[in-house]
């Protein structure tokens, strides 16, 4: 075990702060990674807080991460020492179900081992993630990180970026295909840019006529100000997907009566009370309701490599690690525009300041 610093809380009700934590040594197929930048996700104030009750304190947050190895283990031949890398939402899977045998580690059976809040099979001990000097992961889990995008703008496409690639791409979105996409965050933003480099008509929907000029220089072909109803029945029976973005209650039966026949529509956004689905919104043009994770470690890697090749990255806010409780304070507001990141050499200072 080796200790480096991090950020954690010790229960729901009290502030991240500065404390120090042990790191796994690295074993033969193991990669040490030296975290440089880490994004910050709406679900590392959910299990911060024990929004999801199943929070294991001390908690340490953090899935979108992005640094440079600093050693490696014998057997590890995908990677060296100096190299980019980068961790997401998993570090670890039964590797044997069939979901696993497919590729898809994120629906793992016995499901998929958390880069934070999971239990570590190597130590047994809880997994602790980005808001940290360092981190150690198997290689299988490691991603290479394209040297030619802004590092940390890089960090969410480990989390916001693979969660709305990966059923873009299993719809087959593509040209000739008009896609919606509800919802203008972390998330909705990252659609917008994803499906338009895919070659998508893509149509943005938000409950914020501020957001329309963004919603354009993001990539969108029309925003809909979805309050009006005037222009969401201007629509109607004339979308391929459309993939929900939004994670507050709001009626889904409003853009299921805009796909056409054997439309889907896919919710990646997680409200925290179940959504009203009418029969008749799906009846009446066999369309499709469903739903969809991260994605495996193979397509994260195809989706980072399709970023680099069309120069997509997050628009993001950079902070301060001893600024995070404020950046989740603003999070709730949705005063970020679109994902802040923690430039972790900030932690660094600190402790050599200390």
């Not at 895919?198 to 957001?211: E, I, R, W, Y």
């Not at 925003?223 to 004339?238: C, K």
């Amino acid at each position: 075990m080796f200790v480096c610093e991090g950020f954690a809380t010790s229960s729901a009700d009290q502030p991240l702060t500065q404390t120090s934590i042990e790191r796994r040594d690295v074993g033969e197929r193991d990669v040490r990674i030296d975290i440089l930048y880490c994004g910050v996700c709406h679900s590392d104030l959910h299990q911060a807080r024990d929004e999801w009750h199943n929070t294991i304190y001390p908690c340490v947050p953090g899935h979108e991460i992005v640094g440079r190895v600093s050693e490696v283990g014998a057997a590890v031949t995908r990677f060296k020492v100096g190299d980019l890398a980068g961790v997401g939402c998993m570090v670890g899977s039964c590797q044997a179900c069939p979901n696993c045998s497919d590729g898809l580690e994120q629906y793992c059976d016995k499901g998929f081992i958390g880069t934070y809040n999971g239990i570590e099979p190597q130590t047994g001990k809880v997994t602790f993630g980005g808001y940290s000097e360092a981190i150690v992961v198997d290689e299988g889990f490691t991603l290479r990180i394209p040297e030619n995008l802004d590092l940390a703008a890089v960090a969410p496409l480990l989390c916001a970026g693979i969660t709305t690639y990966s059923p873009l791409r299993h719809w087959k979105v593509g040209p000739g295909q008009k896609v919606g996409v509800v919802g203008l965050g972390g998330l909705g933003h990252m659609a917008v840019k994803l499906a338009h480099a895919m070659g998508a008509h893509v149509v943005l929907f938000t409950t914020s006529p501020g957001k329309v000029e963004d919603g354009r220089r993001l990539g969108a072909d029309e925003v809909i100000i979805s309050t009006r109803p005037e222009e969401m029945e201007a629509h109607i029976n004339s979308f391929d997907f459309i993939l929900d973005c939004v994670a507050a209650d709001h009626d889904v039966n409003a853009y299921l009566n805009l796909l056409k026949r054997d439309g889907t529509m896919c919710q990646v956004g997680a409200p925290e009370d179940p959504l009203s689905v009418a029969a008749f919104s799906v009846i009446w043009k066999r369309r499709n309701f469903s739903g969809s994770l991260i994605g495996g470690i193979a397509e994260t890697q195809e989706m980072l490599d399709f970023c680099a090749e069309h120069g997509i990255t997050s628009d993001i806010e950079m902070i301060a690690i001893q600024d995070i409780e404020a950046a989740y304070a603003r999070m709730l507001k949705s005063d970020v525009k679109y994902r802040f990141v923690i430039d972790m050499q900030s932690l660094k200072d600190s402790r050599a300041a200390a």
